[in-house]
Each structure stands twice: as structure tokens, then as C-alpha cells.
């Protein structure tokens, strides 16, 4: 379009900025284009820069003095400052916030600008502007311990007709407090734990109390031993995520008991405990463990963490189960043996080194499963006299939590 009103030739059109709605105006020059004043035809100079000389009076002023340059009407940005923020936040990590920095607009409107705030990454993520549409703002986030989060952020500010970026700032968020240190917490009788700051899961191992041996048959001799007992169940893996300053529960079972953890949001996890070993053995059959059968002659081998059987009047009494390896932490942990069935021969072995313990012999009692290992007693060995010989006490369990 043209205005028709011409300075050396070119139309002024070509010289001034159009106004925009809501733009602030000069006052009515009382020279019109149209049927419209110039004045509600082009950018008052405030809004851009003045065009300068026109030769072109209005009120006695020249009109290039009144009007903005086209072109010149862009939003003017203000600069802005790098932020950061630094505060020990905790070791389980922790938000950080940043000190401020403002921006501003000019030109174009002269007013109602809007400001867009982008942030971007050079380490980090989950950070967000404390005021991100406001001409003020700084850069807040949860941090890890000892990390610092970085990156580079600027402002979009516009006026509803042009947008103008200020410049790229730096901006970098630090959690002074250290990491958390993982600890290894081993238990042989029932305790609690208070889960601390920067803990999340824990892996675990959960040893049943080991069952007790069997007693040798009383009566007249010959009569059968006792079977060995069983290894306490053996359990490992990793909880689910604790919660911080929640307690806790640990249960360490003693012989013929289950061992628990339980609390503090993590998912309860039982470990049952071995089952005695049968003291009901004759001079046909032997008595048997907790995962054997007592047949004549000898019970069967115990299957894993199984206690062996005993004896009948004459043959070898069986030997218990392996129990279960578990490695925590570097830490091998061999739990839940079967204790050997007893004899008048050969005495059956316990899986000792799981922590079962060794059948008895002829007149003797089964050794006892070793202390927190969840170990079977070994059963009671035939007897030979009026005295009838007694299963070894069966381990007590075992609770070990790494996190």
C-alpha cells in the first residue's frame, strides 16, 4: 500500500513503521492518507527508532521526528546474568535452588510483554525455572550428593508482534553434602534398623533356624537313631525401596524358628525354619531326616538343606543336605545345612559346612548345627545302653542387610 504523501519522490509507506493495536500513538498530526491521521497509521518513535528528516511539517514538527524507522520496531531483550546455587542438600540428594536474574523488554508495544524462559543441558536433568514466565526468575532442582547439575539457559521476550532472545547465559546447581556410603549390617539375634538418609533398597539374606536332630529310639536295644533336622530356608535378593526414617524389623530366629525382616515399606520376607529330625526309629527302621525317609538299613540322603536319615539296628546313618551359598557384598555366606543322621555304625555327616551338624554314633548325641547358621542338629546315634542319646540342637538364623 501506499500513503500517497511522498518525500523526495519515495512514499512514505517505504519510510515509517506501521502501528500495531495496543501500541501507544502520537498525537493527531492532522495530515491524512486515506481518511486516516498518520497517527494511527504508523509507530510512534518511542516504539523504534526516529526516521529523522522529511522535510514534511506536522504542527510544526517534522514528521520524521514523530514516526519510527521501519524496520526499527523490534522488542528490545534485556541482557541477563549466569545464576547458580550451592547448598548441602543432603546425602540422599535434595533440592537446590539458585539466586536470580531479570530480563526486561523495550520498543515495539512498550508494554504487556511477555517472557519465555529455555534452559538446556550440559550435565543433569529434572531442573526447572523458579518463575519460567516472569521477567525475573532462577533455576531450581533435586540434586544429587556431591554432583553438580550445568547447562545454559536465555529468555524469548516479546511483545506480541516480534520476539527477541536475550543473550545465553550459564547457570549450575550443586549439592555440597557427600554420597551416601552403603553399610553391611550383620545380625545374630533380633535387632532394628532406621533407615538413613540416602538409602533406598537393601539386598538381604534371611536364615531360618535350623531344625533339631532326632533322639535315638528308646526300648531294647538295638533301637533305631534319630534322623538329623533340617536346615532353616535360606532367602536372598534385594527389597524394595525403603523409607527414609522408617524402621526396620529384624527377626533372627532361634532352633525350629523362621527369621524375618519387615517394615519401613520394603516387602516382609520370611524364612521358614528346618523341620526336627523323626526320633522314632526302631530296629527296622531308622528315624528319618527332615527331607529323608527313614528306611530300613538307613534314611535317604537329605535333599539340599535336608537333614540325612538314621539308621535301622545295623547300617550308616545318611549325611544332610548342602544348604544355600549367597555372596553380599563380596561376602560368602554358606547357610542352612541338614544335620547327619545318627548311627551304631558309621555316624552320618552334617553338611558342616553349611552348619549342619555331624550324626551321633553308638551312645553318643548328634552334634548341634552351628550358631547363626541355620544349620540341622545332627541326629542321635543308636544306643547301647539304658540311655537313650539325644539330636544335636539345631542352628539358630541369620539376617544380613546391605545398603
Same mark, same amino acid.
Given at each position: 500500500m501506499t500513503a500517497n504523501i511522498q518525500k523526495n519522490g519515495t512514499d512514505i509507506d517505504s519510510l515509517f513503521e506501521p502501528t500495531h493495536s495496543g501500541w501507544p500513538t502520537?498525537? %493527531?498530526?492532522? =495530515?491524512?492518507?486515506?481518511?486516516? #491521521?498518520?497517527?494511527?497509521?504508523?509507530? =510512534?518513535?518511542?516504539?523504534?527508532?526516529?526516521?529523522g528528516t522529511t522535510n514534511i511539517q506536522a504542527n510544526g514538527? #517534522?514528521?520524521?521526528? =514523530?514516526?519510527?524507522?521501519?524496520?526499527?520496531?523490534?522488542?528490545?531483550?534485556? &541482557?541477563?546474568?549466569?545464576?547458580?546455587?550451592?547448598?548441602?542438600?543432603?546425602?540422599? $540428594?535434595?533440592?537446590v535452588t539458585s539466586g536470580t536474574t531479570t530480563t526486561s523488554g523495550s520498543k515495539g508495544k512498550q508494554s504487556g510483554y511477555t517472557f519465555t524462559w529455555h534452559l538446556s543441558y550440559t550435565t543433569g536433568s529434572g531442573v526447572s525455572f523458579t518463575a519460567g514466565s516472569s521477567a525475573t526468575t532462577g533455576v531450581t532442582g533435586t540434586i544429587p550428593a556431591a554432583t553438580t547439575y550445568s547447562g545454559t539457559m536465555y529468555c524469548g521476550v516479546s511483545d506480541g508482534n516480534t520476539t527477541t532472545n536475550t543473550n545465553t547465559v550459564a547457570w549450575s546447581l550443586q549439592n555440597t553434602s557427600s554420597a551416601y556410603t552403603p553399610s553391611l549390617h550383620v545380625y545374630t539375634s533380633s535387632s532394628t534398623l532406621v533407615v538413613p538418609t540416602g538409602a533406598t533398597t537393601y539386598q538381604y539374606l534371611v536364615v531360618g533356624g535350623g531344625g533339631?536332630?532326632?533322639?535315638?529310639? $528308646?526300648?531294647?536295644?538295638? $533301637?533305631?537313631?534319630?534322623?538329623?533336622?533340617?536346615?532353616?530356608?535360606?532367602?536372598?535378593?534385594?527389597?524394595?525401596?525403603?523409607?527414609?526414617?522408617?524402621? =526396620?524389623?529384624?527377626?533372627?530366629?532361634? &532352633?525350629?524358628?523362621?527369621?524375618?525382616i519387615s517394615g519401613a515399606g520394603i516387602t516382609t520376607v520370611s524364612s521358614t525354619f528346618g523341620v526336627a529330625g523323626?526320633?522314632?526309629?526302631?530296629? %527296622?527302621?531308622?528315624?528319618?531326616?527332615a527331607s529323608g525317609s527313614g528306611n530300613a538299613g538307613g534314611g535317604a540322603v537329605g535333599s539340599a538343606g535336608g537333614g540325612g536319615g538314621g539308621d535301622s539296628a545295623i547300617g550308616s546313618g545318611r549325611t544332610g543336605g548342602n544348604g544355600t551359598s549367597v555372596t553380599i557384598n563380596g561376602n560368602t555366606y554358606l547357610k542352612g545345612g541338614g544335620g547327619g543322621g545318627g548311627s551304631s555304625a558309621g555316624a552320618g555327616g552334617g553338611a558342616t559346612t553349611y552348619g549342619g551338624g555331624n550324626g551321633g554314633g553308638p551312645n553318643a548325641g548328634g552334634s548341634p548345627g552351628t550358631a547363626n547358621s541355620g544349620g540341622g542338629g545332627g541326629g542321635g546315634g543308636n544306643r547301647t545302653s539304658s540311655t537313650n542319646d539325644g539330636g544335636g540342637a539345631g542352628g539358630s538364623g541369620y539376617v544380613v542387610l546391605y545398603g
Open positions: 502520537a498525537s %493527531t498530526t492532522h =495530515i491524512q492518507s486515506g481518511g486516516t #491521521d498518520l497517527a494511527s497509521k504508523y509507530a =510512534i518513535a518511542s516504539s523504534g527508532s526516529a526516521y514538527t #517534522d514528521i520524521g521526528t =514523530i514516526f519510527a524507522s521501519l524496520g526499527s520496531c523490534s522488542v528490545v531483550a534485556g &541482557a541477563i546474568s549466569a545464576v547458580s546455587g550451592s547448598a548441602a542438600a543432603g546425602a540422599g $540428594g535434595g533440592t533339631n536332630g532326632g533322639t535315638s529310639a $528308646g526300648g531294647t536295644f538295638p $533301637g533305631g537313631s534319630g534322623g538329623g533336622g533340617g536346615g532353616g530356608q535360606v532367602k536372598s535378593g534385594t527389597t524394595g525401596t525403603a523409607t527414609v526414617g522408617q524402621t =526396620i524389623t529384624i527377626t533372627v530366629g532361634a &532352633a525350629g524358628v523362621a527369621s524375618s523323626t526320633g522314632t526309629g526302631s530296629s %527296622t527302621s531308622g528315624g528319618g531326616g
